[in-house]
């Protein structure tokens, strides 16, 4: 069965052709709106290039450094787990896919996941687009785009269009869709 499918709670991404289209920028305005108005969020952001939560120095990185596949970090407040997945042979060789992080998050307590990157992902996806950086519509050859958030008058589109200003709009449609997926 396709993890994406199974997962039991939606999942929507927001994907954008490059880089500086305003994924993050838009999320970071989204998100408190999302859980003022009363959802629990999960968020899962695609980095393109090698990045740490961890600091050297401290007992963590230190013992993760020393060789640990996974090392959990806790406290009762907040906990994190870290996987290398270069010291997983399997893993390693292979670009990570959203199949392999969904299982990770603990579905009873979110109502929604919400998905920064993996714009090749077969989820339904808000296009972030901005003419101004020239670059093409996702939408025109990405049947899961499901609206495009865009600063800009684009014309007459098959897709729904979203003020990229507008965050509240935004929300709104996000929820709209949320109850258009229970039957």
Request: net charge negative; proline share 7%.
């Amino acid at each position: 069965m396709n993890t994406l499918t199974a997962f039991p709670r939606p999942i929507l991404g927001f994907c954008a052709y490059g880089s500086g289209s305003g994924k993050t920028t838009l999320l970071t305005k989204l998100i408190p709106i999302l859980t003022a108005r009363g959802l629990r969020l999960s968020v899962i952001k695609h980095a393109h290039h090698k990045f740490d939560v961890d600091k050297p120095g401290k007992d963590s990185y230190r013992l993760r450094e020393a060789g640990a596949v996974q090392t959990l970090v806790a406290s009762d407040i907040r906990w994190a787990l870290m996987t290398e997945r270069q010291r997983i042979p399997e893993l390693a060789a292979n670009p990570v896919h959203l199949e392999e992080l969904l299982p990770q998050l603990d579905h009873e307590t979110i109502d929604l996941v919400l998905v920064e990157g993996f714009k090749q992902a077969d989820i339904s996806k808000i296009e972030i687009h901005r003419p101004s950086l020239d670059y093409p519509l996702l939408a025109v050859d990405d049947p899961s785009i499901i609206a495009i958030a865009t600063d800009a008058h684009l014309g007459a589109l098959a897709t729904s269009t979203l003020d990229l200003n507008n965050p509240e709009a935004i929300a709104d449609f996000i929820e709209q869709w949320m109850k258009d997926l229970t039957p």
